[in-house]
């Protein structure tokens, strides 16, 4: 049996606890309930990263989740160094990245 809050609020933090019953007695756990403010401009991430290993020409998708109370300004950087919005770019200094990491490792 399941206890669903949807969009909690400070007034939902507290002690809840599930009862269950039947002719032979009653068991009972409890959870605390703690509901933290979050700051309105700052972006919280959704999701966990996860590393990726892909043969070459496979095709990749990297996702990253997460929200924000305002407008996001998003940025992607490989190797320290931003990734402009054209793919045609990013497809040329990603070859240009690998083929060098590979005679570094060579």
């Known amino acids: 049996m399941y206890l ?3 969009k909690a609020t400070m007034y939902e933090a507290g002690m809840y606890t599930c009862v269950i019953e039947n002719s032979l007695g ?3 756990r409890s959870f605390q309930l703690i509901v933290q403010g979050r700051s309105l401009d ?3 991430f959704i999701s966990k990263s996860t ?4 043969y070459e020409g496979d ?4 996702e990253c989740l997460f929200y924000s ?6 940025q ?3 190797q320290r160094k931003k990734i402009k919005n054209d793919l045609e770019f990013l497809k040329v200094n990603l070859k240009f990245y690998f083929s060098n990491e590979l005679k570094q490792k060579n």
């Open 4 to 6: 669903n809050i949807s």
């Open 26 to 28: 009653n068991i009972n």
């Open 42 to 44: 700052r972006p919280v």
């Open 51 to 54: 590393n990726l290993t892909r």
């Open 59 to 62: 095709n990749v998708t990297f």
């Open 69 to 74: 109370d305002s407008s996001p300004f998003i």
């Open 76 to 78: 992607w950087f490989v």
